[in-house]
């Protein structure tokens, strides 16, 4: 499947790695074996700059992955015009080979709350968060891949299963899916889930690009695992366990490897970038598709 | 859920957890809920110590936080773009009783906010001192200069740009304190410049950033100082990338 925007080419099915400024002399120095470099949209929407001739740099050498953490997809308020239009000119700049964002909102009535907030699984919203990918990939002029949220809470009103609503939404929508394979870790743990069960279920024919990431470790009030989706770290053996589990199912697919707090230094985002190169080598190169979650 | 019932029960740790919230356990845990509280604090304080790092430096991490938290608690971003969070902080670092022992912060948390605005600015290439010289002399007086979008001038009664430049490396630099200083901050191309700049020469940049024509902002700076240089000011603010080219 082409999961491209607007170049008509997709991400390579390799692992990429999240851009971060401290890095970028160096990667433009040495030109590192990486597949593809993925940037927070909202990081390069200034006028001008140094981030701009940096991405330009990037976008010359490497093809780009754009992941958007601030369109708040499931607020119940309107989508944000403004920001619609900045990530539109931000796609036809940079012309992106794949472009992402959360399920999840991040916006109160006095203004923007910077995290990835959850919503309930109802019929509601999910008519709610179709209607915003269809605007979004309209407006954009790009196809989405929209990611599978990480979350510590459950909502009393959800009666939708979280894959069930995923799909219903690519269904609806004809977006793609981001599937976050520490993210289905961290849930799964949180919720007293199963995460391979998570993964055998997924509909992995509509899956475009993977995110592994490192967790935190807490406890709840009842002193319950909590995983806390930390991005600070090397990812956890148990979430590589489940990539290989994942890959066995998709294929080799673009994997990023996501590390935005405590950024180490460039080799070791290298060394975890070799570490997923090597599981996308043993992956079979073919999807599975059996509807085995429908059984 | 209401979502603006779930957000206002994150910015305020008084309030209970949202009813609707659960768990595996079936039961609602303030600690779960506390997760995305600490979230929310946490990003929107590291925002604010990306953009007022020197701020940070001067009160030390733990104040700091707690300065951010004050301020977070009055103002959120009005856009996902994190670098221009903090428009007002400054202002609120002003009227921050617990701070007041150091005057010169809010105007350094100027400096820094600017720096920031400078860096993300729109790229264009700034008037050259050729293209000044350029000018008929007659016509020069009554000319207007268009500011280049990264210029901006800070006029404080402490020694910011002193201040400022003491505190970009691991080591803190000597510093002054009680010396008015005047900061001029340009991007002519990729890198944000910080100059200190004479009196004089900061009441003539601050006419022409406001659009007065040469000759006008001259008049004033000979009031401000009769010893005011007028070509090496003019010269000096051009060299530096003040200003995107001839007003129209």
Redesign the interface.
């Known amino acids: 499947m082409n999961t491209g925007t607007q170049s008509g080419e997709a991400l390579p099915a390799r692992a990429g790695l999240g851009l971060k400024p401290e890095h970028i002399d160096e990667i433009i120095a040495t030109e590192p074996d990486v597949g593809f470099f993925e940037v927070h949209a909202?990081?390069y929407?200034?006028?001008?700059?140094?981030?701009?001739?940096a991405l330009t740099a990037i976008t010359s050498r490497y093809p780009l992955s754009l992941h958007g953490?601030?369109?708040?997809i499931g607020?119940?308020?309107p989508l944000?015009k403004?920001?619609l239009a900045r990530l539109k000119a931000l796609v036809e700049r940079y012309r992106p080979q794949s472009f992402s964002e959360h399920l999840a909102?991040?916006?109160?009535?006095?203004?923007?709350?910077?995290?990835l907030?959850p919503?309930?699984y109802t019929k509601a919203t999910l008519e709610r968060v179709s209607a915003h990918v269809d605007a979004v990939q309209q407006t954009v002029g790009a196809r989405m891949l929209l990611e599978n949220p990480s979350t510590?809470?459950?909502?009393?009103?959800s009666v939708i299963d979280e894959i069930d609503f995923l799909e219903a939404i690519a269904e609806n929508t004809g977006c793609g899916l981001l599937l976050d394979v520490n993210n289905v870790m961290v849930s799964a743990v949180?919720?007293?889930?199963d995460a391979f069960a998570y993964i055998d279920r997924f509909p992995v024919e509509r899956v475009g690009e993977i995110h592994l990431a490192g967790y935190d470790e807490?406890?709840?009030?009842?002193g319950?695992r909590?995983l806390?989706d930390a991005h600070n770290s090397t990812v956890a053996d148990d979430v590589f366990a489940l990539y290989r589990h994942t890959l066995g199912r998709t294929g080799p697919v673009p994997t990023l490897i996501e590390w935005d707090n405590d950024v180490p230094a460039f080799p070791v985002l290298l060394a975890e970038a070799t570490h997923a190169n090597q599981m996308l080598d043993a992956a079979p190169h073919w999807r599975d598709v059996r509807v085995a979650r429908r059984a | 859920m209401d979502q603006n019932a779930f957000a206002s029960a994150l910015l305020d740790p008084t309030l209970p957890v949202p009813g609707g919230v659960t768990s595996a356990r079936g039961e609602a845990d303030a600690a779960r809920f506390a997760v995305y509280r600490n979230n929310v604090a946490v990003s929107l304080s590291k925002a604010l110590g990306q953009r007022f790092p020197v701020v940070q430096r001067l009160v030390g991490d733990d104040f700091f936080a707690g300065m951010a938290r004050a301020y977070i608690a009055t103002t959120l971003p009005d856009s996902p773009l994190m670098f221009a969070y903090g428009d007002t902080f400054p202002d609120f670092v002003a009227g921050f009783a617990p701070a007041a022992a150091l005057p010169y912060l809010a105007d350094t948390a100027r400096l820094e906010a600017q720096w920031t605005r400078a860096y993300h600015a729109a790229d264009i290439a700034p008037l050259t001192v050729e293209a000044l010289a350029g000018l008929a002399p007659e016509l020069l007086g009554g000319a207007r200069l268009a500011p280049h979008p990264a210029a901006a001038l800070v006029r404080s009664a402490y020694s910011v740009g002193m201040i400022w430049q003491a505190h970009q490396g691991d080591e803190v630099g000597a510093q002054t304190v009680m010396t008015p200083e005047s900061v001029m901050i340009t991007r002519p191309e990729f890198d944000v410049r910080v100059h200190v700049i004479a009196e004089a020469d900061a009441v003539f940049a601050a006419a022409l950033l406001r659009g007065e024509s040469i000759g006008e902002a001259a008049t004033a700076a000979f009031g401000t100082d009769p010893t005011f240089d007028f070509g090496r000011a003019i010269v000096g603010l051009t060299s530096l990338g003040a200003f995107a080219g001839l007003a129209s």
Not at chain 1, 69 to 72: A, E
Not at chain 1, 190 to 193: C, T, V
């Open positions: 909202e990081n929407m200034g006028d001008g700059g140094a981030p701009h001739r953490v601030g369109l708040s607020a119940e308020r944000d403004a920001h909102w991040s916006t109160h009535e006095s203004g923007f709350l910077n995290d907030l919503l309930p510590y809470i459950l909502f009393e009103d949180n919720h007293r889930l807490t406890v709840d009030g009842a319950d909590l806390i």
